[in-house]
């Protein structure tokens, strides 16, 4: 099995990181089950992911 890679950065995520995060993203406007799904280690989205208003924090998703 192929290990999943980073969207942001590229690189391999470890199958033991488990801080990585798996982003879905929808269509907001229309009814459908269509979705796209990236992984990405959580350093990369918390830094890529940066909004006007707000930020997303990985350490939300932790136990």
Aim: net charge negative; aromatic share 4%.
């Amino acid at each position: 099995m192929k290990d999943n890679i980073c969207w942001f950065c590229g690189e391999a995520i470890e199958l033991n990181d488990e801080r990585a995060v798996r982003i879905t993203l929808e269509n907001l406007m229309r009814t459908t089950d269509a979705i796209q799904t990236i992984a990405s280690h959580a350093d990369c989205a918390r830094v890529r992911l940066i909004g006007a208003t707000m930020m997303f924090d990985p350490e939300v998703l932790s136990d």
